[in-house]
């Protein structure tokens, strides 16, 4: 079979997929978690896994499909982003061979960063997918999953105009948000992690499902320190995040 992208790609089958019940909105990136290259890329084509991806990125900069983009892979799970739900059927998967936090996680080699700008590049070109639109796997999942992680280079995707990043704000002293607050403070912010996309409900409480989503915002735009605190440092950047949206 003919891979769909622009970008040199080999085509290597997987068992699981289905048909898309909605249009394609979002690409998410993953990080394999597995510490072999070559079994990650064949669990991920096995039946009884369970699971797939649209693509899959060697550490050596290799690209394989494993399923056309037409079709809904099974990579995104229990997932909510900017309120919808079902994101198999309005994504895009890439799976990015890493071991992940389990089996000694470890900085993305430039071979394989490069393959992954070229090949988001292209599908958010094709596809029409918003900056915002580009999404970690912890971003639509905070309660389960992190991948692909603090050291994944979002910036330089940005740069190549692939997704969205604001510069962290510098740390400074300030009040903090923590896990047992409550008040108009828990309030707004659990607001503006909705308005930019986190599946938040605004309980007014700084509860796990807060915490989680914090979590998860530092990894992917405060990577320097992830600890589910709203210090003022996460909570200006995010601020700048939202202003940064149009309507914002």
């Known amino acids: 079979m003919t891979p769909d992208t622009r970008v040199p790609c080999q085509w290597r089958a997987a068992a699981n997929?289905?048909?898309?019940?909605?249009?394609?909105?979002?690409?998410?990136?993953?990080?394999?978690?597995?510490?072999?290259?070559?079994?990650?890329?064949?669990?991920?084509c096995r039946e009884e896994s369970r699971v797939s991806c649209h693509y899959f990125v060697f550490t050596d900069g290799r690209i394989v499909q494993t399923v056309p983009e037409?079709?809904?892979?099974?990579?995104?799970g229990v997932s909510r982003w900017r309120g919808m739900e079902d994101l198999n059927s309005r994504s895009m998967g890439i799976e990015i061979a890493n071991p992940g936090?389990?089996?000694?996680?470890?900085r993305f080699p430039e071979k394989q960063i490069r393959a992954v700008i070229a090949l988001s590049r292209d599908i958010v070109e094709r596809?029409?997918?918003?900056?915002?639109?580009?999404?970690?796997?912890?971003?639509?999942?905070?309660?389960?999953k992190q991948?692909?992680?603090?050291?994944?280079?979002w910036w330089r995707l940005a740069t190549a105009g692939v997704g969205i990043w604001?510069?962290?704000?510098?740390?400074?002293?300030?009040?903090?948000?923590?896990?047992?607050?409550g008040g108009e403070d828990v309030l707004a912010l659990q607001r503006q992690l909705l308005r930019y996309g986190y599946g938040v409900e605004p309980t007014g409480r700084y509860d796990r499902q807060t915490?989680?989503?914090?979590?998860?915002?530092?990894?992917?735009f405060r990577p320097a320190r992830i600890d589910g605190l709203a210090d003022a440092s996460t909570r200006k950047t995010l601020a700048r995040l939202t202003k940064s949206l149009p309507n914002g």
């Open 17 to 44: 997929f289905d048909e898309r019940a909605h249009r394609v909105e979002l690409l998410v990136l993953h990080y394999t978690g597995m510490q072999s290259e070559e079994a990650a890329l064949d669990w991920l």
């Open 70 to 76: 037409s079709l809904r892979a099974w990579h995104a």
């Open 101 to 106: 936090h389990e089996f000694g996680y470890v």
């Open 127 to 144: 596809n029409g997918i918003q900056p915002r639109d580009v999404v970690a796997h912890s971003d639509i999942a905070p309660m389960r």
């Open 147 to 153: 991948d692909p992680g603090e050291l994944f280079p």
């Open 166 to 181: 604001v510069p962290p704000s510098r740390s400074v002293t300030g009040p903090v948000l923590m896990p047992g607050d």
């Open 211 to 220: 915490e989680a989503a914090i979590v998860a915002f530092q990894r992917h």
